[in-house]
């Protein structure tokens, strides 16, 4: 084990990044407890010691017209970045997904002569596989989660490394159902249905008035249902607000170990696309996935994307095994009809189930080592080279 002290700059630009970049900052201090953190993040990555230069809230922005009235606040963001960098000097950057902040801060440190990686791959397999021609020349190395990117990146003449998906370390798939119902007083005969909205400000207003009546007209079909919204401790406050009026009141959950009861006691989820499905996977909760964004967005991105399936089970499984039900077919009574169908139909539900375990064991890393130890091991050679 290394014992010299290193200087290693993150960022990470939403709550799926936050948590993988506290796996990473945890593994990277299992081989050398002596390294210094600093950049940006959110409070997972806070709680592992990562000295905070802005919170990475001001970041997670989605939607290519949503962008648009941050965008001068994103630019003075990468200043300050980009300055922050050049003033301290860190053996390594690692930029963790966000793309459209991460790629533009790598490009601008290029001069620095200071070794960068980017982890998790740029879903340009998805769309936009011109963008590629634009990648040599912005990092040193390439991380992936997933199995298939390493051989798209090489067909492109970019070298990657597969280290694994991080959702395989997290304890999902051991909550405790029976404790989740009683913690909340929920009956035993009483389905539990998961939404999901996601936790950025642009998502939210979206999808939550559709959840709402999605969970009005499930209820005036299944009166026992039990809703439940897990969300991140950022955006709990926003989602309580935005429940306030709901006729039919979800229980609010945002703290990790109560999120993982959920999913165990849960017998179905409606969730946006995303890590979540793959947390859902792992928990063998059969799920629908839908998502909306606004209209020219979706115009545009349609025109775009290259992939027959926006949810990456169904992309792993090459075929459809969970529904997608997006913009237009993002709508209440659809949506309550799927979930009827996973509460109602043992078959459906089962089938999802069956397919999870085959899709799941295509995540883990090279000899099964955890993901997290095999990306801090890349970034740790980097440095030494």
């Not at 009235?69 to 922050?84: C, D, F, Y």
């Not at 290029?110 to 634009?134: G, M, T």
């Not at 607000?241 to 609010?252: A, E, S, T």
């Not at 009809?337 to 085959?358: I, N, R, S, V, Y």
Request: proline fraction near 8%.
């Amino acid at each position: 084990m290394s014992t010299s002290t290193y200087t290693i700059w993150l960022l990470a630009g939403e709550t799926s990044g936050d948590e993988l970049g506290a796996k990473l900052i945890k593994a990277l201090r299992h081989f050398n407890p002596n390294l210094k953190f600093c950049g940006v993040g959110g409070p997972k990555m806070q709680e592992q010691g990562l000295e905070l230069l802005f919170p990475m809230q001001d970041l997670a922005v989605m939607g290519l017209v949503e962008v648009l009235p941050k965008i001068r606040m994103l630019s003075n963001r990468l200043t300050q970045a980009v300055e922050h960098i050049q003033t301290i000097r860190p053996d390594v950057v690692v930029t963790i997904d966000s793309p459209g902040f991460s790629l533009r801060l790598l490009k601008r440190i290029a001069d620095l002569s200071i070794p960068r990686i980017h982890y998790v791959a740029p879903q340009v397999w998805a769309w936009h596989e011109s963008r590629v021609k634009k990648f040599p020349g912005l990092w040193e190395k390439l991380l992936c989660l997933l199995p298939f990117e390493k051989e798209f990146f090489s067909k492109h003449g970019l070298q990657s490394t597969f280290v694994g998906h991080p959702i395989l370390e997290t304890e999902v798939h051991h909550g405790n159902a029976e404790q989740f119902r009683k913690d909340h007083e929920i009956s035993d005969e009483a389905p539990i249905v998961l939404f999901m909205p996601g936790s950025r400000r642009s998502e939210l207003p979206k999808l939550m008035p559709v959840f709402k009546q999605t969970l009005s007209l499930l209820k005036r079909q299944l009166p026992e249902v039990t809703a439940v919204i897990p969300t991140s401790p950022l955006a709990k406050e926003r989602v309580l607000q935005m429940v306030n009026d709901w006729p039919v009141k979800p229980i609010i959950i945002h703290d990790p170990h109560d999120k993982y009861n959920a999913y165990a006691a849960a017998s179905a989820a409606l969730t946006k696309s995303g890590t979540t499905t793959l947390e859902l996977a792992l928990a063998k909760v059969p799920m629908a996935v839908t998502y909306r964004v606004n209209p020219v967005t979706a115009i545009i991105a349609r025109r775009m994307i290259k992939v027959p399936y926006v949810c990456m089970l169904n992309l792993l499984a090459n075929k459809e095994i969970v529904p997608e039900l997006l913009q237009e077919d993002c709508h209440p009574e659809k949506l309550s009809a799927m979930l009827m169908g996973l509460l109602t139909d043992p078959e459906k539900a089962k089938a999802q189930q069956d397919a999870f375990t085959e899709i799941m064991h295509q995540l883990s890393g090279p000899n099964d080592e955890l993901p997290s130890h095999v990306a801090a091991k890349e970034i740790l050679e980097m440095i030494k080279e």
